[in-house]
């Protein structure tokens, strides 16, 4: 008997530290769930927050470029547009001094044909006006043009004098 209650006293002990081994275990096991299911809703946390950090930043970028591309095309077609006009204004330039250099030869070979043998155009519009006042009308419509052509000749020769100045 004495090694039936021998054996007995150690069983009991073995079993309560069993019993002690698993209630901790069992406690330890069920504060690692919770810890684990608070780092995962923490994670859930942080990664949606990191989410939309990221979409903020892109969304940011996004515009920032977008900005800046329509900034520089912006800057790029003023840059275009003076340059054009500067261009422009340099062959309106070049054009106005041919046509006047144009203008001095033409007066100068002009010149020299009238002191030749050719008559200048006031000459030749007084010369013709002469000629208009020897004819003699023979019906008044006829009178009425000759007048008419006069007077023409006349304003002609006027803004040809009022044009010789100021070239």
């Known amino acids: 008997m004495e090694n039936e ?3 007995q006293p150690e069983q009991t002990p073995q079993s309560n530290l069993d019993q002690r081994e698993e209630a901790p275990t069992l406690d330890t096991f069920a504060l690692e769930l919770k810890n684990i299911k608070a780092n995962i809703k923490k994670g859930e946390g942080e990664t949606t927050t990191l989410k939309i950090l990221f979409y903020t930043g892109l969304a940011v970028l ?3 470029f977008i900005y800046t591309n329509q900034t520089l095309q912006r800057a ?3 840059n ?3 340059n054009i006009n500067y261009l422009q204004h340099q062959v309106d330039h070049t054009l106005l001094l041919l046509e006047r250099k144009l203008h001095e030869e033409i007066q100068d070979l002009e010149a020299k044909v009238n002191g030749t043998s050719m008559p200048n155009i006031h000459q030749t519009i007084q010369r013709m006006n002469q000629a208009l006042d020897q004819m003699e009308p023979q019906t008044t419509s006829i009178g009425i043009l000759i007048d008419k052509v006069k007077r023409n000749s006349n304003e002609l020769s006027q ?3 009022s044009q010789e100045p100021q070239q």
């Open 62 to 64: 996004l515009f920032g």
């Open 80 to 82: 275009i547009e003076a």
């Open 159 to 161: 803004m040809v004098r």
């Open 5 to 7: 209650e021998t054996k």
């Open 76 to 78: 790029q077609h003023q």
